[in-house]
């Protein structure tokens, strides 16, 4: 009876921090939708709104690492806690935001305080799931709400949006971010890491900080700047002198913010490596699917949101499914074929031109899914399986460093990609096409034929680009060596 008590609490656990993670992430979707409306409440320009998503994004990136430490020094039931309570207090004064600046530094507060949920999170089910298999499909699950979140942004987002005015994106968090803290009392369990710790990192911290915000700075502005501007070569340069203090600083201190000898881990490094290319090659892609819907498809915002619903729900089958291969088939075998899948189904989205119906979208969207919740858990659960158990909070910090800046890497590449690739095509269609023509509507037709043509190759070949890479990047997880895998995932690297 105490046993089954006791597995059901398991399963409550992560219920409890799925919400809380979903939330996090539904903001950052569910936020994009409202800014037309914000400009025009706010009557700002549309280079302004954009500060409102690159504010969030630099204070996330900069503070995950910090609560990474602190959950595993403090406690991760009380971080977690402390950092939900603050998101919710601060989704509120973003909803009472009276102009531009207040809403900047609310979700600056929103974004500090979100950034404690990955590392506290998934420290929390790894310490909770101890038998490796059960933990591998609690990670999977938790991890594929990531992937929910961004598929019911724009489904709860658009009618809220459109209802109840932009405010309510924010005011939504407050119910649900109540009920969530309420299960956090009553589930988690407090746990923290057994070495107890005397000293933090706050240099190294601040350092990681200020080279973390030049280099999203700059990926996320690089292209309304140009990528040799002097704005993005300052931000090079800060990025480069920053991360060279802080590599000196965490060599030389007593408990660095983050442990460099987990790169000296094989495991640990090869798992890295296929996170980010795999979340680059999604991010870049899949970001243009709702923007190529919605330009020629002529569909909504709503009803492009409609299209993303079936990946949402593979995706958390697939990991489940996944989960359950632990300690039947090796993991980078598990992985490895997960991403050669993933990259058949964003390959296909290549075939989409302006005569494309839903299925064209949704079945290439649901083979991704369906491959990138396979090796999900597996991802996630080499990561917490070849760090010591005290350090899962910073590793699990790290982990989500390299996804956050995958997918800023994979949504600037790609939008400098099609832009270049649509400029291209323009001059090369232009150069082999003759207009018989000098009505002025024939020409301002051709012209359009012309744009039209060049933009939806462009979209084609960057998805195209996006599953090579992810098919690429899929062999990497084959050099990962586990030594003494089995079910239990007391796992140690050779």
């Not at 539904?26 to 500060?51: C, E, H, M, R, Y």
């Not at 979140?149 to 407050?174: C, K, T």
């Not at 917490?384 to 460093?401: F, N, T």
Request: glycine content about 8%.
């Amino acid at each position: 009876m105490d046993e089954n008590r006791s597995s059901n609490l398991r399963w409550w656990i992560l219920l409890t921090v799925i919400i809380g993670t979903f939330l996090g992430r539904l903001d950052q979707t569910i936020v994009n939708l409202a800014l037309p409306k914000i400009i025009n409440d706010f009557n700002i320009t549309v280079s302004s709104a954009g500060w409102i998503a690159t504010a969030y994004i630099l204070a996330n990136a900069i503070f995950v690492p910090i609560w990474g430490k602190l959950g595993d020094t403090i406690g991760r039931k009380k971080v977690y806690i402390i950092g939900f309570s603050i998101f919710i207090f601060g989704s509120v004064l973003a909803g009472l935001a009276w102009n531009l600046s207040s809403l900047i530094i609310f979700r600056i507060i929103q974004a500090i305080a979100g950034s404690a949920d990955y590392p506290t999170a998934m420290a929390i089910l790894a310490v909770t799931f101890k038998e490796g298999r059960e933990r591998a499909q609690a990670l999977g699950i938790w991890s594929s709400s990531f992937a929910a979140a961004a598929v019911f942004g724009p489904l709860i987002g658009g009618p809220l949006i459109d209802n109840f005015g932009w405010r309510s994106v924010f005011l939504i968090n407050l119910p649900i971010g109540l009920l969530g803290i309420y299960m956090a009392f009553h589930f988690v369990h407090e746990s923290r890491s057994k070495i107890v710790s005397k000293f933090f990192d706050w240099w190294g911290a601040l350092t990681l900080g200020g080279a973390l915000s030049a280099l999203v700075l700059v990926l996320d502005k690089g292209f309304d700047w140009g990528w040799l501007s002097a704005e993005s070569l300052t931000c090079y340069f800060f990025m480069i002198l920053l991360s060279g203090i802080f590599l000196k600083i965490e060599k030389s201190v007593p408990e660095p913010i983050i442990d460099l000898k987990f790169f000296k881990i094989p495991a640990f490094v090869n798992a890295l490596l296929n996170n980010f290319v795999v979340f680059m090659g999604m991010m870049g892609g899949v970001f243009l699917i709702p923007v190529f819907a919605q330009t020629f498809l002529g569909y909504t915002a709503t009803e492009s949101g409609f299209l993303f619903m079936p990946m949402a729900f593979v995706m958390v089958a697939s990991a489940a499914i996944g989960g359950r291969f632990t300690g039947k088939i090796q993991a980078r075998y598990v992985i490895f074929w997960s991403t050669i899948v993933a990259s058949i189904g964003i390959f296909l989205f290549s075939y989409l031109d302006p005569k494309s119906g839903s299925l064209d979208i949704t079945i290439p969207l649901t083979i991704m899914a369906f491959g990138l919740g396979l090796g999900m858990s597996h991802r996630t659960n080499i990561i917490a399986s070849v760090v010591p158990q005290s350090e899962i909070g910073v590793a699990s910090s790290i982990l989500a460093l390299v996804r956050n800046i995958a997918g800023a890497f994979g949504i600037a590449i790609f939008a400098t990609i099609l832009n270049n690739r649509t400029n291209t095509n323009i001059l090369t269609l232009n150069n082999f096409s003759r207009l018989h023509s000098h009505v002025p509507a024939d020409i301002s037709k051709y012209i359009s034929l012309i744009i039209l043509k060049a933009q939806v190759d462009a979209y084609d070949y960057v998805f195209l680009v996006a599953a090579v890479v992810i098919f690429i990047g899929s062999f990497s997880i084959l050099f990962l060596k586990l030594k003494h895998e089995r079910t239990d995932i007391k796992v140690h690297t050779e």
